[in-house]
Every structure is written in C-alpha cells, then in structure tokens.
C-alpha cells in the first residue's frame, strides 16, 4: 500500500489556495463535524485552544474520516509535542514563534526522518491512517509550517525561509502586529502590519515557501487567496458559535 495523498500538494500543484478551519474545542465530534463540510484542511490548536494531547489523537482520527487534510498546531517549538503530533497522524505541523533560523532548523529536524532529520521511528497510529508506505514518503508528504509573527522573526525572514525542508511560513496577524506595537487583531488593516505582512508574501515566494495566513472572516481571507497565499483560515469552531450566537439578540429584538 503506498502512502495516502496529502491532498494540500495536489491543491496547491493546481495553481488554488488551500482552505482551512481552526479548532479550539476539545471534541471529536466536533472535529469530525466541521470535517465533513468540505474544508480542504482543519487545524487542531494545542497552542490557545483548550485542547489536550488525548484530544488531539481523537480528533485527528475523527477527521480522518473524511478527505480533509488533519493539521495541527503544537503548542511550542518542543521535539516531543511535535513528534507526538506526527505519530497520532497529523499530516501538518505548524510552529508557533519561529523567531530565527537556527529555531527553524530545530522544528525541521523534529519533523524530518534521517537523515534530513531527527524523529524518532514510531509512527504507531500514523502508519495505520498514512499506509505501509509512511517511512518512505513522510518526509515529502507531511507539510511543515513555521509561524512568523513576531518584528524578530521578520528581521530572520529570508534565512527562516531558505531553512532547508522548511515547507512554508504562516503568518499570525495578532501577534505580529503587537509585536509591532500595533493593535493586535486577526483580519489586519493597520497599513504597517499589512506591509509586513506583504514583505512576508514576497519573500516566501521568492524563496520557493508556500505561504498561509490565520484570519477570522471569509471575505478578507478570499483577499488573502487572491494575494497570492496558498492556505487560508477563514473561520473557527469558536468563531462559528459566537456567530451563532448573535441569533439570540435577533430573537430578543436587540
């Protein structure tokens, strides 16, 4: 059996951005839920959402149920959350606060089998969802995101990007803009946080990297999609309820 498709490669070989939801609610239901609404990619947040590891493997194998691609952000740029991710079957990994290029060098390496890294062989339930083929073709399946959100990582900006097997760079708006000494907000419109946040797209696409960025709203991540990025959030679990909730004031008449 070779290994399973990431299906994020053949999107993106087509010339499309990639779309993708994020997950802060420890449920697997809930994964399995937005899984099945025809996302390209859900993300599983162990960094600010209220997610354990055990519910992470849950949710990651609640979403491999469908086609959607099961990425997941580790909570820090540690070795054993991210190979713990890896081995649970996350076919993405994304690290939080990549400041400079010897950090990215760490977060390949966890990432990478030998001899382009160091993961430990013990891919346990990932083999079982990626197929006889996993040792193979993991290093060259398994996309590989490292964030850039901080006014240190823009300064380290094209030696993160030249980082080999590096696979691309996710932008965190929030972050980045008040690390900035800006407001700190997801759907950025400060004109300096947006020339950052251009310089980012640039330098990534010269350097070969794709490019994704967080947002919290569909119209300003489809202005993302049409700038170039090859993934964008456009919405939460938690965003999505809060929505919902707003019914409430319209029952009430408010």
Request: glycine share 8%; with cysteine; hydrophobic share 40%.
């Amino acid at each position: 059996m070779s290994m399973r498709p990431n299906s994020l490669w053949e999107i993106w070989a087509n010339g499309q951005a990639a779309s993708n939801c994020w997950l802060n609610t420890p449920s697997a239901y809930v994964a399995e839920l937005i899984a099945h609404q025809g996302w390209d990619s859900v993300t599983v947040d162990l960094q600010h959402g209220m997610i354990g590891m055990e519910d992470a493997y849950a949710m990651v194998t609640a979403i491999s149920t469908t086609d959607c691609v099961p990425l997941v952000r580790v909570p820090w740029n540690d070795p054993a959350q991210i190979m713990r991710a890896l081995d649970a079957g996350a076919y993405g990994i994304i690290a939080p606060m990549i400041n400079n290029r010897q950090e990215c060098e760490a977060f390949v390496g966890a990432c990478r089998y030998a001899p382009e890294g160091y993961r430990s062989v013990g891919p346990n339930r990932a083999l079982l969802y990626g197929g006889s083929s996993y040792l193979d073709k993991a290093n060259r399946t398994i996309v590989i995101f490292a964030m850039i959100e901080t006014v240190e990582g823009l300064a380290h900006l094209e030696s993160i990007c030249e980082t080999p097997g590096l696979d691309g760079v996710l932008i965190g708006p929030s972050d980045l803009g008040l690390s900035m000494g800006r407001e700190a907000k997801s759907n950025q419109t400060d004109p300096e946080v947006v020339e950052a946040i251009e310089h980012i797209l640039k330098t990534a696409k010269e350097t070969g990297k794709k490019t994704a960025i967080f947002n919290s709203d569909v119209t300003y991540a489809r202005e993302m999609a049409e700038k170039g990025f090859d993934l964008v959030t456009a919405a939460s679990d938690t965003g999505m309820i809060r929505n919902g909730a707003e019914l409430l004031k319209e029952l009430k008449g408010h």
